[in-house]
């Protein structure tokens, strides 16, 4: 890395030479990229920086190894600037086990956790959110760390752009924000898609520090950068960085560029950054045509090697498909307490209050942040006092802005941290989805294992307090379909109050879903209730007749039925399942080899619900112990109605799971 002493260039001799060929060195890469793309040696999306390199030869090695970097999907140079070895990176341009990713993440997914290159991100505007919480970590440690997040000008109309920067302000973090701005969002001119196009103008409502720098002139860039840099470790907070430059190339190899025309192109060109900065070097006699020539001669040695490389190298072996989607090594569930004589009555609610106060104690890396979660005390009141208690930094009020601040969480666990992100409903949590999905439940797999995202993301669920459809669904099944993240629905006092601490030494993502019809809920719990295991069901009823398969809030409902079933002669089993990706589908299995008839009752819809996924488990791996019809007892196929008795219709309800129970036994 260069000296980053100095706020200004030296441009002697051999930085120039090191300018100069850092471009080259990225042009000719990319080139041969794009020649191997039509031998069908490189597949998928391949989208190109020619035209943008000074942009990242100007401002990366103008950063520490020890600060971090995230790129978007047009990251070649960014990760060759970084020092991620070519081979590596070619090799992932082909998908083969030696890439940089284990070839996992091909052209717009480059990863290097010995470089802190925290990877490029295919989603528009992804990895601002990410930026946010690997400074935010940084911030809360005191450490001497910059992020330098890299994005398109397209990203600025996405939420998370703004919502983002909005943080990043708010907190006063270390983010150098640089918006490598090509004019082009795809196919779509910036006139066309922004109101407002001079960017930098967006970072300053912001309250950020920003300049506009001309984006094909490497020195500029690397000024700005110093500027920018020198800046944000004197201060601690943002800074924004447009850079006005063009791509020669189309968006992808896939795009006709329909959208603009050659002479355009050929405009750009003419003051592309690589012979604008080799004419004026030549020009003033800092460097001469042999040196020129010698740096062409090493490059394409290197890109030679990286090709030979790429190409003897090996594909990843199918059975290892699934190899970290989870961390490979967890911590050993916690040993079964036998509970103490004494107990206190508590409610659902203050079990996970002192759950969170028991982890902020025992852990300085965990913090809670959310929507109303510090002074408010919580939507629910589950965080009520802990803001006076703990402080603002370990309490953390967010903005109303869910894929900014889980985004945010997600950077800050990736980076070290254990925070407990707090969204308000089930419902509101579709705006933190892309985060969720995208980042939280890819990263690992995505980067090799290069990179864990060990979160716990706490949620309200369910229907039952006349909320209305866009506050009142389940829609904990959804997230249950996706691999890479864990589903906990705690029902009992005991796992309420235990289930948080086993998550938060998870090294993968960790859903909690807590019904909203349970908060009120009291009883006794034993004054040494610990950490529970988040990876076995729960036989919370034993029985011989049939297996009543739950979770959640429809547990307590589910033993009430049993009850009743009881005086009608049929022995039902419940079953709790507790943690819904992964199943413990073995638990399952083993009630149903007793009891040989199952029925589900599940709070979410019925069309593509879990029930369905538990039922088929069971018909594909337990048909012949089935003595009846799977039977399952879901939400009615509607959005979930405010009136009283149309909401409690609409659910899942004791009479329900009685009457589908005596109809499997014909006493309907």
């Not at 990251?75 to 996992?104: F, T």
């Not at 796992?495 to 349970?518: C, H, K, Q, S, Y």
């Amino acid at each position: 890395m260069s000296n980053t002493s100095s706020v200004k260039p030296h441009l002697t001799r051999e930085h120039s030479l090191g300018l100069l060929k850092h471009m080259i060195r990225v042009r000719r890469f990319e080139d041969k990229c794009a020649e191997l793309y039509t031998q069908e040696k490189i597949r998928g999306f391949l989208h190109l920086y020619d035209g943008e390199e000074a942009i990242s030869a100007g401002v990366i090695p103008v950063l520490e190894e020890k600060d971090r970097v995230v790129a978007t999907y047009r990251e070649h140079g960014h990760a060759l600037m970084r020092g991620v070895p070519m081979g590596e990176v070619m090799a992932e341009m082909y998908g083969k086990a030696e890439g940089c990713s284990g070839g996992r993440g091909g052209s717009m997914h480059l990863f290097s956790r010995e470089r802190n290159f925290y990877g490029g991100n295919a989603i528009v505007g992804g990895g601002l959110p990410l930026a946010v919480g690997l400074a935010l970590a940084d911030s809360m440690r005191a450490e001497d760390r910059i992020t330098a997040c890299f994005f398109g000008e397209g990203a600025v109309a996405e939420g998370e752009f703004h919502e983002s920067l909005n943080l990043a302000s708010l907190w006063g973090l270390p983010v150098l924000f640089i918006c490598e701005n090509n004019r082009y969002a795809m196919g779509t001119a910036l006139e066309r898609s922004e109101a407002e196009t001079d960017i930098h103008r967006k970072a300053e409502s912001y309250a950020i520090i920003s300049e506009v720098v001309d984006g094909m002139d490497v020195v500029a860039a690397e000024a700005a950068a110093r500027r920018a840099i020198h800046t944000i470790r004197e201060t601690g907070k943002p800074y924004f960085l447009e850079f006005r430059t063009y791509r020669f190339r189309a968006h992808s190899m896939f795009d006709a560029q329909l959208y603009r025309d050659k002479a355009e192109v050929d405009l750009w060109k003419a003051k592309g950054p690589i012979v604008r900065f080799q004419t004026w070097l030549t020009e003033n006699g800092i460097v001469h045509d042999n040196d020129i020539s010698e740096i062409e001669e090493a490059v394409a040695g290197e890109i030679n090697e990286a090709v030979a490389f790429a190409e003897a190298g090996t594909w990843e072996p199918v059975e290892t498909l699934s190899r970290d989607v989870y961390a490979s090594v967890r911590p050993v569930a916690p040993p079964k307490i036998e509970p103490s004589g004494e107990t206190v009555e508590i409610s659902y609610r203050d079990a996970i209050k002192a759950a969170i106060v028991d982890a902020l104690e025992r852990d300085a890396r965990t913090f809670l942040m959310g929507e109303d979660v510090g002074q408010y005390g919580g939507c629910y009141a589950v965080s009520k006092g802990l803001y006076d208690r703990f402080g603002p930094q370990r309490i953390r009020d967010t903005p109303l802005s869910e894929s900014g601040f889980t985004g945010a969480g997600i950077g800050a666990a990736v980076a070290g941290m254990r925070p407990i992100v707090e969204v308000m409903t089930v419902n509101f949590s579709l705006l933190a989805l892309d985060q969720i999905l995208n980042t939280a439940a890819t990263f690992r797999h995505m980067s090799n294992g290069q990179f864990g995202v060990p979160v716990v993301i706490r949620m309200a669920t369910g229907a039952g307090r006349q909320l209305a459809a866009q506050h009142s669904h389940s829609l904990e099944g959804w997230y249950a379909h996706i691999p890479g993240i864990r589903v906990l629905t705690p029902a009992t006092l005991e796992d309420a109050r235990g289930m948080l601490w086993t998550a938060l030494e998870d090294p993968d993502p960790v859903l909690i879903f807590e019904n909203v019809m349970l908060y009120n809920r009291t009883g006794q719990l034993a004054t040494n209730a610990g950490p529970v295991d988040i990876d076995r069901a729960a036989i919370r009823r034993e029985g011989r007749d049939v297996s009543l398969i739950t979770y959640g809030g429809s547990l307590f409902k589910t033993l009430d039925a049993a009850e009743q079933l009881s005086g009608d002669g049929i022995d039902a089993e419940v079953i709790d399942l507790r943690t819904l990706r992964p199943l413990d589908m073995e638990t399952v299995l083993a009630s149903l080899a007793k009891t040989h008839r199952a029925v589900i009752v599940d709070e979410g819809w019925r069309s593509g619900s879990l029930a369905a996924e538990i039922g088929m488990q069971l018909a594909e791996r337990g048909f012949f112990d089935l003595d009846a019809p799977l039977v399952r007892v879901c939400s009615e196929e509607v959005p979930i109605p405010y009136p009283a008795h149309l909401e409690q219709a609409s659910i899942p309800q004791v009479g329900k799971i009685v009457a589908a129970v005596k109809a499997m036994f014909g006493k309907a």
